[in-house]
T-cell receptor
Framework: DGGITQSPKYLFRKEGQNVTLSCEQN?????MYWYRQDPGQGLRLIYY???????QKGDIAEGYSVSREKKESFPLTVTSAQKNPTAFYLC?????????????FGDGTRLSIL | GESVGLHLPTLSVQEGDNSIINCAYS??????FIWYKQESGKGPQFIID?????DKRQGQRVTVLLNKTVKHLSLQIAATQPGDSAVYFC?????????????FGQGTILTVHP
C-alpha cells in the first residue's frame, strides 16, 4: 500500500544528544513536510521541501535540521540546541504545488526526554 | 496576522445527529482550506478541501462551507457515528509570502455518544 512511514514510533533523547526521525513515502510525492504537535495544540511547521535537494524553514526551525537527498526520504534531526524537544512529530507529503494540495500524514513519532 | 482558530474547543453529540464544527480565519488572502480528522496517537487524516472560488463542497457524509465575507469555514458531518469521535482541525493556505505553508487551527474535540 502507498503511504508515509515514520519511525520509530517512540524515541527518547538524552541531554546533549542529537536524534534523527525517519520519514519515508512511496506516493511519488514531490513535496514533504515536518510538523511538531504539542498537547492540545495544532500543528506547527518545522521544515518543508518542494523538491529533492531543496528545503525551506518553517515557523519553528531553530534547533532542527533536515536533508532531502532522495525524493522518498525526508529525515529530521532534533539537535541538542532544541531545548524543549518533547512533542509529537508528524511528517507529511503532497503531490506538488506546495500548499495547495492536500497533505497526507504519517502516524508520527513521539519524542521524549530521558 | 495569519491565523486559524476554532470557535468551540469541544463538541458532544448523540449518535445519528448532525455535527457542525466551525473555524474562523483572519487572512482574506487565504485561498485553500482543508479539514483533517486526528484520532488519538495517529496522524491527521484528510477529510475534505475547498478552494476560495467555491462556497460549498460535499463528500461522503461531510460538507464544507466557506463564507469569505465573514472569513468562516465549517465542517458538517451527517448522521454522526461513534467512529467520528476525534479531534478535527481546519487549515488554511494564505498564499503570497506564505506560499507553501498550511496554518492549522488548535482543533475541536468531537465526542459522539451512542
Amino acid at each position: 500500500d502507498g503511504g508515509i512511514t515514520q519511525s520509530p514510533k517512540y524515541l527518547f533523547r538524552k541531554e546533549g544528544q542529537n536524534v534523527t526521525l525517519s520519514c519515508e513515502q512511496n506516493l511519488n510525492h514531490d513535496a514533504m513536510y515536518w510538523y511538531r504537535q504539542d498537547p492540545g495544540q495544532g500543528l506547527r511547521l518545522i521544515y518543508y521541501s518542494q523538491i529533492v535537494n531543496d528545503f525551506q524553514k518553517g515557523d519553528i526551525a531553530e534547533g532542527y535540521s533536515v536533508s532531502r537527498e532522495k525524493k522518498e526520504s525526508f529525515p529530521l534531526t532534533v539537535t541538542s540546541a532544541q531545548k524543549n524537544p518533547t512533542a509529537f512529530y508528524l511528517c507529511a507529503s503532497s503531490i506538488g504545488q506546495v500548499g495547495r494540495q492536500p497533505q497526507h500524514f504519517g502516524d508520527g513519532t513521539r519524542l521524549s526526554i530521558l | 496576522g495569519e491565523s486559524v482558530g476554532l470557535h468551540l474547543p469541544t463538541l458532544s453529540v448523540q449518535e445519528g445527529d448532525n455535527s457542525i464544527i466551525n473555524c474562523a480565519y483572519s487572512n482574506s488572502a487565504s485561498d485553500y482550506f482543508i479539514w483533517y480528522k486526528q484520532e488519538s496517537g495517529k496522524g491527521p487524516q484528510f477529510i475534505i478541501d475547498i478552494r476560495s472560488n467555491m462556497d460549498k463542497r460535499q463528500g461522503q457524509r461531510v460538507t464544507v462551507l466557506l463564507n469569505k465575507t465573514v472569513k468562516h469555514l465549517s465542517l458538517q458531518i451527517a448522521a454522526t457515528q461513534p467512529g467520528d469521535s476525534a479531534v478535527y482541525f481546519c487549515a488554511e493556505n494564505a498564499g503570497g509570502t506564505s506560499y507553501g505553508k498550511l496554518t492549522f487551527g488548535q482543533g475541536t474535540i468531537l465526542t459522539v455518544h451512542p
